[in-house]
């Protein structure tokens, strides 16, 4: 019997997704006692005291089911962001928000129109679903091109991701940029803006996107504790639309889809402005340093809103990217997003994390 046979055709056609390296199974391998991971746009912080002492306490309860509805933290959320509860939609990371949404919504024959290159679980997703990803090309300074997204909109589309600041490439589109592209879009397409890295952006004319939902019932906003809140190993995210919408998404909805711990930490770190405040600050001064840092050693980067660069590397990522690794430096090769042998990313670690990773391209490149 070939269980290949029983599969829908788009999931043959689908590469698995190919995480960064765990800095386990890179000690493990190479024999290193000290590896440093640059490569998942992890923040390089640890949860603050608050958030273990909220998981040890909900750690009690591990007994009962978790909230279903993620009663607290969908109100805390919705008084800090200024929206009703019922425009909230809490998910195993703001991964399954967006496959939530890409799997109720677009059906086969459909389209979704996202950028290329961004985050590579838009076309995984639309892949594995209903083969129905439509990739736009980024504009010359590697920004999303917007004008064309809209013009690739069809009447068999359903959904637009707009990925701001994007994914690999730290770039974003600014708020005059977005309106425009919003006034171009049909009210029936759902344009969902994947913001997992809002809170790090400095820019002034970046998009404040949830006041625009007054005026574009249709525009989504998916955010994350992943990153700026150091949550990554307990999945959560969020989307924020009409509650008309996030009525019909919770019935896609696993029913218990974020466990305990995760909501009690979520809830611990959304009272932490202050701290998540000065990670952004340190975030941005690590970043800026470690962009004049590869700079200085001739690299050519892309100006970044986030925490993390893109590097292009020349036809050589691949092999950099394994000479790094045998110096138990972890960053991503972009072959998985597209870019072939032509760039990595490089994730902003602490500043000795960041020393390590320039001494080691020094020691490579010089
Ligand atoms: C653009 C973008 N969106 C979403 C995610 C997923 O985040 P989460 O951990 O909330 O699933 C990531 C993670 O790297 C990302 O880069």
């Not at 000290?34 to 306490?57: C, F, H, T, Y």
């Not at 970043?287 to 840092?293: C, I, K, M, T, V």
């Not at 394994?322 to 760039?343: E, W």
Request: hydrophobic share 40%; with cysteine.
């Amino acid at each position: 019997m070939d269980f290949k046979e029983l599969f829908r055709p788009g999931i043959l056609a689908t590469r698995p997704y190919s995480p960064g390296k765990p800095i386990s199974e890179v000690k493990r391998e190479l024999g290193l006692d000290s590896v440093v991971k640059l490569a998942s746009n992890e923040n390089p912080e640890g949860p603050l005291p608050s958030v273990i002492d909220a998981v040890q306490n909900a750690a009690l309860e591990l007994n009962r089911y978790p909230d279903a509805a993620c009663y607290e933290l969908t109100q805390a959320v919705a008084h800090d962001l200024g929206v009703a509860p019922e425009c909230l939609l809490f998910g195993n990371g703001s991964n399954e928000v967006i496959d939530m949404f890409i799997r109720a919504l677009v059906s086969p024959g459909e389209n979704v129109v996202f950028a290329h290159p961004s985050f590579i679980v838009y076309p995984l997703t639309c892949g594995v679903h209903f083969e129905t990803g439509r990739m736009i090309p980024l504009d010359g300074d590697d920004r999303h091109d917007l004008p064309a997204m809209a013009a690739a909109v069809d009447e068999h589309t359903k959904l637009v991701i707009v990925c701001n600041p994007n994914n690999p490439t730290g770039t974003y589109n600014t708020a005059a940029e977005f309106e425009t592209f919003m006034a171009a879009i049909p009210d029936t397409v759902i344009v969902l803006v994947d913001e997992a890295y809002y809170e790090y952006v400095t820019a002034t004319d970046y998009p404040q996107t949830i006041p625009m939902m007054d005026a574009h019932p249709n525009l989504v906003i998916a955010r994350t504790f992943s990153k700026i809140h150091s949550l990554a190993g307990l999945r959560v995210g969020y989307a924020v639309a009409h509650p008309d919408l996030i009525a019909e998404l919770h019935k896609t909805r696993e029913p218990f889809n974020v466990n305990s711990l995760s909501q009690a930490a979520a809830l611990a770190v959304v009272r932490e402005k202050a701290e998540t405040k000065a990670r952004a600050q340190r975030n941005r001064e690590w970043l800026d340093s470690l962009s004049a840092e590869l700079k200085a050693l001739g690299l050519e980067i892309t100006p970044s809103q986030t925490n993390f660069i893109l590097v292009r590397c020349d036809g050589n990522a691949n092999e950099l990217t394994k000479q790094l690794l045998a110096k138990g430096v972890i960053v991503r090769p972009m072959s998985a997003f597209g870019l072939g042998d032509g760039a990595i990313r490089i994730s902003v670690g602490l500043p000795e994390e960041n020393a390590r990773c320039i001494e080691a391209l020094k020691e490579i490149l010089v």
